[in-house]
């Protein structure tokens, strides 16, 4: 009988403290709980510059598409959604997309500088070439990264790297895990 009595009494107990203000909510006596936070509580674009660092391309070109459906398309959504492509290997519709942030905005060097990347990755250095020196003037010189990227377009534009002994050497792909792959000299 005892214990009953005393399970009764904490129950009340634990029921007072539930009905009293004070705790994480509000200060007015009603119930209060944090809302959820939506999608569009953060900058799309910030979002998907922290997605670009981590790695996750694939995460930071959906939070740039939602920035360009928040803010519009812009120079500054077009040359984000490019240079994800670009990371994704997408390198056609990373070239469009930077195509036109060059058109609507010429004195951006990073749209540029990730033009050019494309170019050269595609094996068009002369126009890489010459889109890395538009994006060293527009920067007026100031980028470590875009004068590597213009050196190196330049150098396979003198010499594209076609070295005859390389050319007929054995290669073996061998497959590691669940679709990766990895080519091997012989």
Known sequence: MLQRRVFIALGLCST???CSSGGFGRTDDTVYAPGIAGEGDEDGLIVGHRLMAAGEHELALRAYTRAAAQQGVNVDTLSALGSANLKLGRL??????LRRA???EPDFPAAW?????????????SEAAE?????FATDNGNSDQIRENL???LSNLSDPGYDPDQQNQDFK????GTGDFILLGA
């Open 16 to 18: 007072a403290a539930a």
């Open 151 to 153: 050196r190196l377009a």
């Open 92 to 97: 056609g519709q990373a070239e469009r997309l």
């Open 131 to 135: 889109v890395f020196r538009r994006a």
């Open 102 to 104: 060059t058109e609507e």
């Open 173 to 176: 792909l061998v497959r590691r």
């Open 113 to 125: 500088n990730n033009l050019g990347v494309i170019l050269l990755e595609k094996g068009e250095y």
